[in-house]
């Protein structure tokens, strides 16, 4: 079974490892949902411009497989347009009729999350975390003058933004909009047993 599985994983780990030459250890073959012609991709480290890039060479490179589509994430969330790039790419297949299965390592916070819930189907490692937070500013813009109606302009955007991600978030995992606010404001982790227990993840696997 394990020389078929690797012949199946060998083409989508070749694209992979050639942006990512020191992945973090993966579970045993046996620990990872079995397909019929596993199409992967890796989201690993920040989502940043470059690592959406190369979310969207893996996906592309594996368009001509049949099967369903496997995600391993691994990241605590990064740049908004970047994870909104890639979550387009998730949203596309699905249209399509694939089945997009992910699976969480070790985290999935923020955007990384976000990236999750658009998923068809949720998995993690047993001890993986996942925090849900609202999108936040690292790098505040240079705003031609800093009054407090240019600064309540770039509020209301971030707003605006953020809008869909609370809600996808809050209706996946079962909460009411104030409830996940409530969660999202005070930067909650949740375990993979809990968001289990919510319904928010269909499976747990054994490290």
């Not at 997009?100 to 975390?129: E, I, P």
């Not at 978030?169 to 104030?178: D, Y």
Request: glycine share 6%; charged share 20%; hydrophobic share 45%.
């Amino acid at each position: 079974m394990f020389s078929s599985l690797s012949r199946l994983f060998a083409v989508p780990l070749l694209v992979a490892s050639a942006f990512f030459p020191s992945l973090a250890p993966l579970p045993s073959p046996h620990r990872l949902p079995l397909f019929a012609n596993p199409k992967v991709a890796y989201v690993q480290g920040e989502i940043n411009a470059l690592t959406a890039f190369q979310f969207e060479v893996q996906m592309r490179s594996t368009e001509g497989f049949e099967g369903d589509r496997l995600i391993v994430i691994d990241s605590p969330g990064g740049d908004v347009q970047a994870g909104n790039l890639m979550i387009g790419l998730i949203d596309k297949e699905e249209l399509e009729g694939t089945k997009v299965v992910c699976v969480v390592l070790h985290d999935a916070s923020s955007m990384a999350f976000n990236l999750l819930t658009h998923c068809t189907v949720r998995l993690a490692l047993q001890g993986s975390l996942m925090v849900v937070h609202k999108i936040a500013m690292t790098e505040p813009p240079a705003l031609e003058r800093m009054t407090a109606k240019n600064l309540r302009r770039l509020a209301d955007d971030m707003d605006r933004q953020d809008a869909p991600f609370r809600q996808d978030n809050a209706k996946a995992m079962g909460l009411t909009l104030p409830d996940y606010d409530r969660y999202a404001d005070n930067e909650t982790e949740w375990t993979a047993a809990e968001l289990y227990r919510r319904g928010y993840l269909q499976a747990i696997l054994p490290p």
